[in-house]
């Protein structure tokens, strides 16, 4: 336990600066039916509520676009307002979305098998309501779709543009809560994911993407904000590299405790003294665990400071980097796959020790 504490802690600072930068990356739409995301999270949460809010920045013309689809008119949302759906049930808004073309704005919708009401703001205004059928739930284990509609890859349908801090809630927002959602896209407003279930820009991220959808800056972090956000990763990188040796260490400790206490078993087989095979080959088996979990944090403090050589400098050799390099060099730092493997590697030495 102590080492996967240990561990977690040396994570936080670099993660947190991560996390923070990587929050604002919006995506890109590019407007070619090929181009989407799907996902299948788990819904039974937001079956009797649920709002999702987030910002759009419409770039295209597509006779359709859709924002996002669930079950295909389960949930429907047009960047237009053309045919925005609840159940089956559509409604024509073009006249209440009439951001210009390039501009962002914000959209939200909510709704509770309580109230009843499917409620819809853009830039923090209600612009619709409507009735929903009484005792009417959200559908499970269906599929959600940026981008397109239903399965995706449809003709006419795709949008064009970039989408950004796309959140769902298994509450149901107020309109104050919206309204100061909607007042900073910049300001993430995290209070709103506190004890709710919520389906986060995060994991949204993370998901596997078809076609070209790709990162793109939303300008929120001014380029000094960047490389300040930057150098405390790089802080905390380094910090966690210095005690992560010390951790190798004990676990070296460990590992020549081990092999001692084996090589006394291996020496009380031969001699024939009371030791039985299950002993012998647990005794063996322990040391094989503990040597291959110090050679996987050896090979990951290595890559470790291998990133962080590698992004100490911009391409020019100044130090310099624009905000896209900042953010995909702290992605790197700190990213999944290596964040992964850390925590494997905790539980599994938890487990053994």
């Not at 981008?147 to 509450?171: M, P, R, S, T, V």
């Not at 150098?231 to 951790?247: C, D, N, T």
């Amino acid at each position: 336990m102590f080492v996967w504490l240990t561990l977690l802690a040396l994570l936080v600072p670099s993660l947190q600066s991560d996390t923070t930068l990587r929050r604002y990356t919006a995506l890109n739409f590019p407007g070619d039916s090929e181009s989407f995301i799907t996902l299948l999270p788990d819904t039974a949460p937001f079956t009797e509520v649920f709002s999702f809010c987030g910002w759009v920045r419409k770039l295209g013309s597509a006779g359709w676009p859709i924002l996002l689809s669930y079950g295909g008119n389960e949930i429907r949302v047009q960047d237009e307002g053309g045919h925005n759906c609840i159940f089956g049930s559509c409604l024509r808004l073009t006249n209440k979305f009439t951001v210009p073309r390039g501009t962002w704005y914000h959209y939200c919708s909510s709704w509770s098998s309580e109230s009843g009401e499917f409620r819809e703001y853009v830039d923090g205004e209600l612009v619709a309501s409507r009735a929903t059928a009484p005792g009417r739930q959200l559908q499970t284990g269906l599929q959600f779709t940026l981008g397109n509609w239903g399965e995706g890859g449809l003709q006419g349908l795709e949008f064009e543009g970039h989408l950004f801090d796309i959140n769902f809630f298994a509450k149901e927002l107020s309109r104050s809560e919206v309204e100061k959602m909607a007042g900073d896209m910049c300001a993430l407003n995290e209070e709103f994911d506190e004890g709710v279930h919520s389906l986060s820009w995060e994991d949204i991220l993370d998901q596997p993407r078809n076609g070209t959808v790709t990162e793109t800056d939303t300008g929120c972090l001014e380029r000094g904000e960047v490389r300040s956000r930057l150098e405390e990763a790089r802080s905390g990188v380094r910090q966690s590299e210095k005690e992560l040796e010390q951790v190798a260490s004990r676990l070296n400790l460990i590992v020549s405790r081990l092999k001692t206490e084996t090589e006394q078993t291996l020496d009380w087989a031969e001699k024939g003294e009371n030791q039985t095979t299950a002993e012998l080959v647990e005794s063996t088996a322990s040391l094989g665990r503990n040597i291959r979990e110090l050679n996987r944090v050896t090979t990951l403090l290595e890559r470790t400071a291998g990133i962080l050589e590698e992004g100490g400098t911009g391409q020019d050799g100044s130090g310099e980097s624009d905000t896209r390099d900042a953010t995909k060099f702290c992605e790197k730092l700190v990213g999944m796959t290596i964040t992964k493997q850390f925590i494997e590697l905790m539980k599994s030495m938890d487990g053994g020790n």
